[in-house]
């Protein structure tokens, strides 16, 4: 098959898939076949494909696929069975088996390598993983987390992920030879590169419901109780972001807001503060940060008091935070 088009029409607006390669080979009409090929795929890049299943059986269709990593996507792997009724129609069919999805994201002196493992089902409707596992990192010193995506086709697409994540080891992630733990600046700094990352090229519209819950966090030589984050965005309109971070000295951060992405990620929004022992924290926070340290060191010398407590909206937390604006 040479400049093929593919068109699946349902109850909603349809979808075609163009630019569509194809060479197969099939002893039967029943298999076992093997097709290599490729697509069109986001802003016209090709997107390489390789297919084998085998005879039907009992369970379905034995089917294995593989897709190549790509300009905006992962590389893929699924490893399972096509079930139902052919005779029924498309309608009727659904992949049922293992998928691996793996590429990399920003990182501080090389990509960092992430890698979502579990088992999925797909129809034409939508794409659900459950206990999955997904890890950001080297195997050896990742950080990962147990939990569920789902991706709802159609126009907008719908993305809905919910992940836990336990012992999340920062310092092990980003250490460098001869570093204790890691400066919190530097690890914030990362995150938002990645998160940023990851948001690129939302302007297709999908709606996003992402939740994510970790205990306890490790960073700085420090062990932080607890993080959690909720982001959120109906199609066309801003990302709403909420979280909640436990700090060291019994201290707490909470915000909602906007987040707005681009080179990188900034949060605008509300903030509640605590601390029992900004000293502490603020040492902490300051780590590897001289100009940020002496702003806040000034700041926390002219207070007579231990504890401190801050509500209000902010321009950026993150400059908040590590004093990097007045």
């Known amino acids: 098959m040479r400049e093929g088009r593919v068109k699946i029409v349902g109850a909603g607006a349809g979808t075609e898939i163009s630019g569509v390669e194809i060479d197969a080979a099939a002893p039967s009409l029943d298999g076992p076949a093997h097709l290599s090929g490729q697509f069109s ?25 593989s897709v190549d990593a790509g300009p ?7 490893d399972g069975a096509l079930e139902g009724d052919p005779a029924a ?7 049922a088996g293992a998928a691996t999805l793996t590429g990399t ?11 979502v493992a579990g088992p999925m089902t797909v129809n034409l409707d939508q794409a659900i993983l459950r206990q999955a596992e997904f890890r950001l990192g080297p195997e050896e010193r990742g950080i990962r987390a147990d939990g569920d995506a789902k991706l709802v086709f159609g126009s907008p697409a719908q993305i809905s992920v919910a992940l836990r994540a336990k012992q999340v080891n920062v310092d092990s ?10 400066a919190p600046a530097r690890a914030l700094t990362l995150m938002t590169h990645i998160v940023s990352a990851a948001l690129r090229g939302r302007e297709n ?13 490790i960073l700085g030589s420090q062990t932080l109780p607890d993080a959690s984050a909720t982001l959120k965005a109906a199609p066309g309109a801003p990302l709403n972001l909420a979280f909640n971070l436990g700090l060291p ?6 915000a909602h ?30 780590l590897g940060a001289p100009p940020a340290a002496a702003k806040v060191a000034a700041f926390v010398d002219a207070l007579p008091y231990r504890s401190a407590s801050v509500s209000g909206a902010v321009g950026s937390v993150a400059d908040w935070i590590f004093g990097a604006q007045s």
């Open 205 to 217: 519209g999908a709606a996003i419901d992402a939740q994510v819950l970790a205990q306890p966090i």
């Open 72 to 78: 905006s996507w992962p590389a893929a792997e699924f």
């Open 105 to 115: 994201a920003p990182g501080e002196d090389a990509p960092t390598p992430w890698r």
């Open 173 to 182: 992630l980003m250490r460098r030879k001869g570093e204790d733990g890691v």
């Open 41 to 65: 795929g986001p802003d016209n890049a090709p997107v390489a494909f390789r297919l084998a299943s085998e005879k039907p059986g009992p369970a379905g269709t034995p089917l294995r696929l």
């Open 257 to 286: 807001g906007a987040l707005e992405t681009g080179a990188e990620a900034k949060f605008r929004g509300d903030v509640d503060f605590i601390s029992a022992d900004f000293t502490l924290l603020r040492d902490w926070a300051t």
């Open 249 to 254: 000295g019994q201290s707490r951060l909470r």
């Open 89 to 95: 129609g498309l309608g009727g069919l659904r992949f």
